[in-house]
C-alpha cells in the first residue's frame, strides 16, 4: 500500500482506466447487435494499428496461439521454412514449426543481435525449397529490434511469404504492414495494447490469405478460413473473450485520440531516457545498437545477481521489472516500458533499479542518473523518433 | 437505461460484482509470487468443482479450444473414437475428431434426445477398436441432458476413455469427474463459473494421463503435458489470461462460501420454476425428460417466430434469450438460467418471454403463470434435487 504497483515489465503492461472500467461492464453476447458493433469498430482501430488494409483476426489465446494459427494455417506439414532465431521466441518459432511438420532452416544468431538481411537473403538464394521467412520484430528474450523492413524487401523479391511475431513490437514502434510487404502479422493484447493477456490479432496479406487456402488443415480451434468468414459478419468463429474485446475498444480509442504518431514518440523518448539512465549508472546495455523500443535489457556486472535484484525492487519499490530468460537468468534486467507507462514510472523505475543494483553489491557514483534520463527523454520527444 | 440488461442465454451469463471489481484490478504479472499465489488458491476450488483429486488445467481459450485440446492431446490420427452427436455441440466433436485424424464412429441423434448407455455399449462391444467416448453432459443446442454416469459405467467396463465436455454443466448440475469414472471433464469460463468467456478448464484421469503421454504430438498451443509440469510450479505453459483469473478466484470463493450443493440447489429450483412457467403458458418443452438444468428449451407453435420472439424480448425488455441454432432455428427459445442468475431474473423472463410471444402472434390464456413459476421454484427449491 505504501508504494503503488508498477508493472514496468515487457507485458503484461499496466492498464488504464478506461480499460479496466470497460471490463467491468455487464456481460453481452457475443452473437447479438450490440456486440457486432462493438467487433465492427475494433476492426477499424486494429487495422490502422496494423497499418493494413486487411482484416485483422481477433483469436482468443496468447500470443503463442497467434504464432502457431500463423504457422499451422500459412503452411503444410514437409513444406520448409527460415527461422530466424535469435532469442526464446525465435527458438518458440522453430519449435511450433517443427511441431506442425515443417523443415526448419533454422538461422541462429547470438543472442543480443538483430537479424541480418544479407544473411536472411543468402539463405534464400542458397535453397529455393524455402517458402517463408519467421521471424520476431522485436525479441522481447533481448531487447533487440529486428529490421523487419530490410527483411520484407528479400522475401519480396524471392516470393518468400514474410511472418512476423509482432508482440512486443506493435503499438509500441512503426511495424506498417502493408508499406513494409509483411505477409503476416500478430500481436498479442497484453503489450503495446495496454489490455491484460488473453487475446491476440492476426492479419495476413494477400498473398498470405492464397496461401492459407492451400494449406493441409491444422488446428480446428485456431480456423483463418473460418474466423475471416464470421469476421465479415461481425462475428468470430468461436465464442471471443467479450470482457477483453470490450477493454479493446477503449483502448483503440485512446490510441486514436492520440495517434500513432505521437503513442510512438513517446515510446521512443521513453526508451532513449532509460538508455541514459542505465549508462548514467555506467552499465552496458544488452542491445547496443538494435534495440527494442519499450523494453530496455540492461547487462549487470560480474557478481552482481539479477534474479535477486528484481526481487528487491519489486518487494522493496513494488516495481516490477522482469529479468533474463533461459542463458541469460541473471546476467540481464529487462525494464519494460511499453503500453500505458509515462516518464513518472520511468523515474520511479530507475530509482528503484538504482537502490535494488546498490543493494546487491552493484556500485555507481553517478548523482544525477535521473537528470540525464530525463534530459534525454525530453530531447527525444522534442525531435521525435527516426525513421524505421 | 428504463430495463435493466438480463442476460438470459446459455453463456456468457451475468457477472457478480466482486467479479467485475477484481478483473478491474491493477494488472500483474504471470510468473511472479503474487500470481502464483492466485493459480495455487483457484486450483484447490477448480478440484472442488470438478469432483476430482487430479490437476485441474486453466487454458486461455474458448470452450472450443478445450474441446480440440482434449481430443489432440488424448488421441493419435488413426485411432477410433465414438461421438455421441445429439446436437451442435456433439457435432462439434465430430469436426474436432476428424481433423485430428480420427476415425468416427458418430452416433447422431434426433435433437432434443439425450444418450442411451445400451447403444454406447453396443457400439462398443460391436467394434472393439473404439479407444474413446465423446460426449457433452448438457447439450447447449437442446438443452437435454445426457445420462454421463450411465455412459461412464459402459466405458469403464470395455476400458474405453471418456471424455466429456461440461462446457455447460460443470457448476450448474452435479458431475463428479472421480466419482462417476470420467475421464476427461472440461468446461467454459462463461457459463456456470459466472465469468467472461476467455478461459477453459480441462482434468484429466489417471489413466487418461497416460493416454496422453502415448500420443502423437498435436498441437504446440495446447500441450497437456507441458500445462501439467507448469502447474506444478504454479504458473501456466504460454501467458494465461490474468484478469480472467483474478475473476475466477472470486468466483470460486463464491461457489466456497455457498457449497456447490446449495449451488446446484437453485440451479434445479430455476430450471423447474422456468419449466413449470413456460408450461403453464401451454408450452411444450423440447427436452420433455432428459432435461439440463441451467438451461429451458421452450418448442415454438407452429406460426410464432422464435427469431423474432428473441429480437423483441432483447429490444422492448432487455432480456437476453438464445433462439434455436442450424435445424431449430426459429422453432425453440433457450431460455438460460444459469450462472449468476436468481428467481428475480427468472421471473423478469417469463414476463418478457410471455408478452414476446403475444407480440410475435402467440397465444396464452393463463394468467398465474408467473405464481406458478415460483411455486415450482419454491418447492423444487425446498425438497432439494434428485440424485443423478
Not at 139 to 149: A, D, F, I, K, M
Request: charged content about 20%; aromatic content about 8%; overall charge neutral.
Amino acid at each position: 500500500m505504501l508504494n503503488k504497483l508498477r508493472l514496468l515489465t515487457p507485458g503484461p503492461t499496466p492498464l488504464p482506466e478506461e480499460v479496466r472500467l470497460a471490463m467491468a461492464r455487464d456481460m453481452v453476447h457475443h452473437r447479438k447487435a450490440g456486440f457486432k458493433a462493438v467487433l465492427a469498430e475494433v476492426q477499424e482501430g486494429l487495422k490502422a494499428l496494423f497499418g493494413t488494409a486487411q482484416p485483422v483476426l481477433p483469436l482468443t489465446c496468447s500470443g503463442t496461439g497467434a504464432m502457431d494459427a500463423a504457422v499451422s494455417g500459412l503452411f503444410s506439414p514437409g513444406e520448409k521454412v527460415l527461422v530466424v532465431e535469435a532469442g526464446k521466441f525465435g527458438q518458440r518459432f522453430t519449435q511450433i514449426a517443427r511441431r506442425r511438420g515443417l523443415l526448419v532452416a533454422a538461422q541462429p544468431l547470438p543472442w543480443g543481435q538483430a537479424a541480418d538481411p544479407a544473411m536472411v537473403r543468402y539463405a534464400l538464394e542458397a535453397d529455393k525449397d524455402i517458402v517463408g521467412v519467421l521471424m520476431q520484430a522485436s525479441e522481447t528474450s533481448t531487447g533487440v529490434l529486428h529490421p523487419v523492413r530490410e527483411v520484407a524487401t528479400v522475401t519480396k523479391s524471392h516470393g518468400a511469404l514474410l511472418v512476423v511475431d509482432g508482440i512486443s513490437a506493435v503499438g509500441v514502434s512503426p511495424l506498417p504492414m502493408d508499406e513494409w510487404g509483411v505477409d503476416c502479422l500478430l500481436t498479442g493484447s497484453q503489450k503495446g495494447l495496454m489490455l491484460p493477456p488473453g487475446l491476440a490479432f492476426l492479419a495476413l496479406s494477400e498473398k498470405a490469405w492464397e496461401r492459407a487456402a492451400k494449406a493441409a488443415p491444422g488446428s480446428f480451434y485456431f480456423d483463418l478460413a473460418g474466423e475471416l468468414a464470421n469476421l465479415k459478419k461481425h462475428q468470430t468463429l468461436f465464442t471471443p473473450a467479450v470482457s477483453l474485446i470490450a477493454g479493446l475498444q477503449e483502448s483503440l480509442r485512446l490510441f486514436k485520440a492520440e495517434g500513432l504518431e505521437a503513442v510512438y514518440r513517446k515510446q521512443w523518448a521513453l526508451t532513449l531516457g532509460c538508455r541514459a539512465g542505465a549508462r548514467a549508472l555506467g552499465l552496458d546495455l544488452f542491445a547496443p545498437k538494435h534495440f527494442a523500443w519499450g523494453l530496455t535489457s540492461v547487462a549487470l556486472p560480474e557478481g552482481v545477481d539479477g534474479v535477486r535484484l528484481v526481487q528487491v525492487a519489486a518487494e522493496k519499490y513494488g516495481v516490477v521489472m522482469a529479468g533474463g530468460q533461459d542463458q541469460l537468468k541473471g546476467r540481464i534486467v529487462r525494464v519494460g516500458h511499453m503500453g500505458h507507462v509515462d516518464f513518472g514510472d520511468l523515474l520511479a523505475g530507475l530509482h528503484a533499479f538504482n537502490r535494488s543494483f546498490a543493494i546487491c553489491g552493484g556500485f555507481s557514483a553517478c548523482d544525477d542518473y535521473l537528470e540525464r534520463a530525463m534530459a534525454a527523454y525530453e530531447e527525444a520527444l522534442e525531435q521525435g523518433y527516426p525513421a524505421l
